[in-house]
């Protein structure tokens, strides 16, 4: 049994990662802006009480971060897995149309927001003896791959997110805490738009199984959900 903490769980990628955790017997603190909201989640909560436990978290808000951190080390005097799953897209952006604070807004939730998290909880993850930390990203973050136009926000933010990562892989590496890149794929979330091939509970098992696997002869990859090394 594993103790994983999931950001962005209300929906999508991250509400399949709760599920499948907590169908295996993991114990999962489920964040997200507005618990509230989150019916589908909270549905989990009610399914599986002992596994699930959601909390009120806002990657962009450092105390929101602190609150969330208080709750879950009242509960838990250690952290195995921080998957931070939160991200925002930004849709129709050109050259011309380019909104900086849109742009900021982006970078806030895909590049400083795990930051912010991770910052806060690796006391927690310091108290495992399995820890791991899985930055969730997206191909459209590799600079070698990318083609055609648009998604300045998305693209340039995670690939910060990438490069940010990496240092901090060597970082934590003589904590033994390993660091892992993960794109999730193409997937069928309100994000990833109906076109997308990939189902979100597809995504979510074929991450859960890579991140089984990962040692700390593995920190710093860029990943795919089913394995595969993407190039920076």
Same mark, same amino acid.
């Given at each position: 049994?594993?103790?994983? +903490? ?26 997200? !802006? ?21 909390? @009120? ?24 897995? +921080? ?14 149309? +380019? ?25 927690? #993850? !310091?108290? $495992?003896?399995?820890? #791991?930390?899985?930055? /969730?990203? $997206?191909?459209?973050? $590799?600079? @070698? ?7 300045? $926000?998305?693209?340039? @933010? ?5 490069? /940010? ?16 890149? /993960? ?6 979330? !309100? ?11 597809? @995504? ?25 090394? +993407?190039?920076?």
């Amino acid at each position: 049994m594993r103790t994983v +903490l999931v950001t962005g769980s209300n929906r999508g990628i991250g509400l399949a990662l709760v599920h499948q955790l907590a169908a295996q017997g993991d114990v999962v603190f489920a964040t997200c !802006r507005d618990p509230e909201g989150a019916t589908e989640l909270r549905s989990l909560a009610h399914r599986y009480p002992e596994q699930v436990h959601m909390v @009120s978290l806002d990657v962009t808000d450092a105390a929101s971060i602190q609150r969330a951190f208080q709750i879950i080390a009242r509960m838990t005097p250690a952290l195995d897995w +921080l998957i931070n799953n939160a991200g925002v897209l930004i849709e129709g952006e050109t050259l011309a149309t +380019l909104d900086f604070d849109k742009m900021a807004y982006a970078f806030d939730v895909n590049t400083f927001g795990p930051f912010r998290v991770v910052q806060r909880f690796l006391p927690l #993850l !310091r108290g $495992s003896k399995q820890p #791991l930390i899985c930055q /969730m990203t $997206s191909i459209m973050g $590799s600079i @070698s791959l990318t083609e055609g136009t648009g998604y300045y $926000s998305y693209r340039g @933010s995670k690939a910060a997110l990438n490069m /940010m990562s990496k240092v901090l892989a060597a970082e934590l590496r003589p904590l033994g805490i390993p660091v892992v890149l /993960m794109h999730p794929g193409w997937v069928r979330t !309100r994000m990833g738009g109906p076109e997308a091939p990939l189902r979100p509970e597809d @995504s979510a098992r074929g991450i859960l199984r890579v991140l089984s696997t990962v040692t700390l002869r593995d920190t710093g990859r860029f990943l795919t959900w089913e394995g595969k090394e +993407l190039p920076w």
